[in-house]
């Protein structure tokens, strides 16, 4: 699931900051935007495959699964709305990558915080008996 989602979009990224000229080289380019989130995204899946993390639960899978999807996409994105820093005069993105980054933020607090059987993080959440 991993690897496969980020395709799409590491490709559509690299093509638009390429265009653009924002890549120092193309090498750099395929390293950072299909190279890193590819090799990361396979690795994590990989690693979960193979270890028994699998068979105690979702939960940890889940947890480290949004937090690295949540963080990988926001970057991507960001270098694909061409680094729309607050702190640089605004564009039309300014506005939307700060709701994302808030978002990121929210998502990332909820996955830490979450725990499981304890109901922490989850508003209204059904704890059934096994």
Known sequence: MLPVTVLPIAVKTWLRVAATGGVGSPVAGVLVYWVVPLGVTT???????????????????????????????????????????????????????????????????LALASRRGSGVGVPGRLILVD
């Not at 899946?45 to 690295?68: C, I, K, N, P, Y």
């Not at 999807?69 to 729309?84: D, Q």
């Open 43 to 109: 690795l994590v899946a990989t690693w979960f495959a193979r270890s028994d993390r699998v068979r105690q639960g979702a939960d940890g899978f889940l947890r480290a699964t949004l937090l690295l999807a949540v963080w990988l996409y926001f970057g991507l994105n960001f270098a694909l709305f061409g680094f729309p820093w607050p702190w640089a005069p605004w564009t039309t993105r300014t506005p939307s990558a700060l709701i994302f980054l808030a978002c990121a933020l929210g998502l990332s607090a």
